[in-house]
């Protein structure tokens, strides 16, 4: 039988797709462990989501095996070299398809499955028979929902056979996807003459993209070759945020690595907040929103660590072997059917379990009988200032132990007080280096960036300098608290006139606001702005002041002059790729822009008729 090696997915070498392997680095794995394995199924599924990268939400997910916890055949590629060495590696590809089958229903996953199938089980007998989509049309699966994924790493010796094979699964509904693209040796030969659903590049090509313009080029090649003929791309192997925002501006359909999600066994079902806001994100306005974010914006999900759970059944002599393989594994969530169950603490468990006699006794029971019940449990949408006084309240062994963060209910991952506290401490810090302290919004260094950020991208925004006039007279008169309020009020105003998808807004100090939009409405959004400000602003000022329309004051000179009330200028510029090329020019039209808002009294707002063709006014 041909030989194909095994995909590694992501870097992990614990997660490989449902191949087989040749390597000679699992002499002595003896028959007995696999035979066990494949009469009691010990194997079990993980799932990694794919992300649509125009919707954001998840396309469906692909399914991955793994062996006994513990055993050498935990690792897949034991696992199948083992199957290779004993013949079974048909018995083992067909029941980890049966296996990723059950747990894709069980889990209720919504979407599509991607389920990995080895050339030589695609062409053999067994698989054409019918007996997949008998087992399929047991469990209530569509062929529509099903695509099978094909790992083809070394060359295919039946290449009429093969695509023979995936034209007749094709007919009876399934979609077809090919993997690692770049690295296969007839994958653009399958791709030319079957024309897949998708097509699956090759990590290599991915991570590092946004640094090496060679591989960005071939993504953009192959993105143009896939419009031509109808398919879709999945960058696989996308670790980093900068990836990401890459692959997408290429115009990459699906997105599929570490950063989006890890392979789990209960995977979630919505995307996470940090890649659901780039891919919503019309432009790059939202980086920044992250990188200078107050720490009420950030979330639990941040603090999530993905530890393997198990099982209530468990043994714990497999709970034991675990903690004395890792030293820094602190606790063991007990999940069932993706909720969780319970906890279990290392020092709690170890000193228990290692008295005299214990480990004989309850070795073989299950762990459950050792499991902190009612742990504590937060979605991991819920505030990490909220969560950091919700833990405040909470038992002191939750704070020191750790917590379960869940989605919907369901099996995330853990974290720690200690957690909690190293991320408010970074949170803080970056405020203070990034932030205006009167008004926690971005200051000069993060402003300057973006707008660099927004040129070297030929991103489409409008630049508005907003200024409070006569707002010295208003300070002196009134005092600097007082000032500072007025500063503060102006900085909710133009926050909330902000779409925080798409627009920017940055203090530069004193009363000086910078908005960087590329929201379409943004002229009414700033017209919104002065009634908004004018309406409020009234309530600093006394009734008299109000009634008079302002009030006299001594002037630099010593002399009484009669000031009006304190009011909003905004000067904006249109700006277009390649209209500007540092963000000097930007602010340099911006202040002017400013100067020319400001001859007209009360609030106003000028806009530099130097725009792009059909940008609104």
């Known amino acids: 039988m041909p030989v194909s090696t095994l995909k590694q997915y992501n870097s992990d070498p614990g997660m490989l797709s449902l191949a087989s392997a040749d390597h000679n680095d699992s002499q002595g794995l003896e028959l007995a462990p696999l035979h ?316 228990a379990f290692t008295r005299p006699f214990q480990r004989e006794l309850h070795g073989r029971k299950p762990c459950e009988l050792f499991m902190q019940a009612s742990p504590l449990l937060v979605d991991k949408e819920m505030p990490i200032e909220e969560l950091s006084h919700f833990l405040s309240h909470a038992e002191e062994d939750h704070f020191s132990a750790g917590f379960i963060i869940t989605e919907q209910g369901r099996y995330l991952g853990i974290s720690s007080g200690q957690n909690l506290l190293r991320e408010l401490t970074k949170m803080q810090i970056a405020a203070a280096r990034y932030a205006n302290p009167l008004t926690l919004l971005p200051g000069n260094v993060p402003i300057d960036r973006h707008i660099g950020r927004l040129l070297q991208t030929q991103t489409s925004f409008v630049a508005c300098y907003c200024d409070l006039d006569h707002f010295k007279p208003y300070n002196d008169v009134y005092g600097y608290h007082k000032g500072d309020e007025m500063i503060q009020l102006a900085g909710r105003v133009l926050s909330w006139t902000c779409d925080p998808k798409l627009d920017f807004i940055g203090h530069l100090g004193g009363d000086d606001f910078i908005l960087l939009m590329q929201s379409r409405d943004w002229k009414a959004r700033l017209e919104q702005a002065l009634r908004a400000f004018e309406q409020a602003a009234s309530l600093l000022f006394l009734s008299e002041h109000l009634d008079a329309g302002g009030y006299a004051s001594e002037d630099r000179n010593d002399h009484i002059v009669f000031h009006p009330l304190t009011s909003l200028s905004i000067g904006a510029v249109p700006v277009s790729p390649r209209q500007f090329f540092s963000h000097n020019e930007v602010s340099a039209a911006a202040t002017q822009a400013k100067k020319m808002a400001k001859r007209t009294a009360g609030n106003s707002m000028f806009i530099e008729q130097r725009s792009l063709p059909g940008q609104e006014r």
């Open 36 to 351: 066990e394995i494949l009469q009691q199924r010990k194997l079990t599924a993980l799932f990694q989501p794919l992300q649509d990268l125009t919707s954001g939400e998840f396309l469906g997910y692909e399914g991955l095996i793994r062996g006994p916890a513990n055993s050498p055949l935990h690792s897949p590629v034991n696992l199948f070299h083992a199957a290779l060495q004993q013949g079974l590696s048909l018995e083992l590809e067909m029941l980890c398809r049966q296996i990723v089958l059950e747990t894709f229903v069980r889990l209720n996953l919504p979407g599509s499955l991607f389920l990995n199938v080895s050339p030589e089980t695609l062409t053999h007998p067994s698989f054409k028979n019918g007996q997949t989509l008998e087992f399929m049309a047991q469990l209530g699966v569509s062929p529509e929902r099903v695509i099978i994924e094909i790992t083809e790493n070394q060359p295919t010796h039946d290449f009429v056979a093969m695509r023979s094979a995936l034209l007749h699964y094709r007919s009876m509904g399934f979609r077809i996807a090919i993997d690692d693209l770049g690295e296969g040796f007839s994958s653009l030969r399958l791709w030319s003459e079957l024309r897949p659903e998708f097509i699956k590049i090759d990590m290599h090509f991915v991570q590092g993209v946004d640094t090496d313009p060679i591989k960005r080029q071939f993504l953009k090649s192959i993105q143009q070759i896939a419009l031509s003929c109808g398919t879709d791309v999945i960058a696989e192997g996308v670790e980093t945020e900068a990836e990401l925002k890459v692959i997408k501006e290429i115009g990459i359909a699906i997105g599929q690595g570490y950063f989006i999600a890890r392979p789990s066994p209960t995977p979630p079902l919505l995307a996470s907040i940090e890649t659901a806001r780039i891919i919503n994100s019309s432009g790059i306005s939202s980086t920044s929103k992250l990188e200078f974010a107050s720490p009420a914006r950030e979330t639990a999900q941040k603090l999530v660590t993905y530890i393997e759970p198990v099982l209530p059944t468990t043994e714990n002599d497999i709970v034991f072997e675990r903690f004395c393989a890792d030293p820094s594994l602190r606790v063991i969530p007990i999940v069932n059917n993706g909720i969780p169950v319970g906890l279990i603490n290392r020092p709690n468990f170890l000193d």
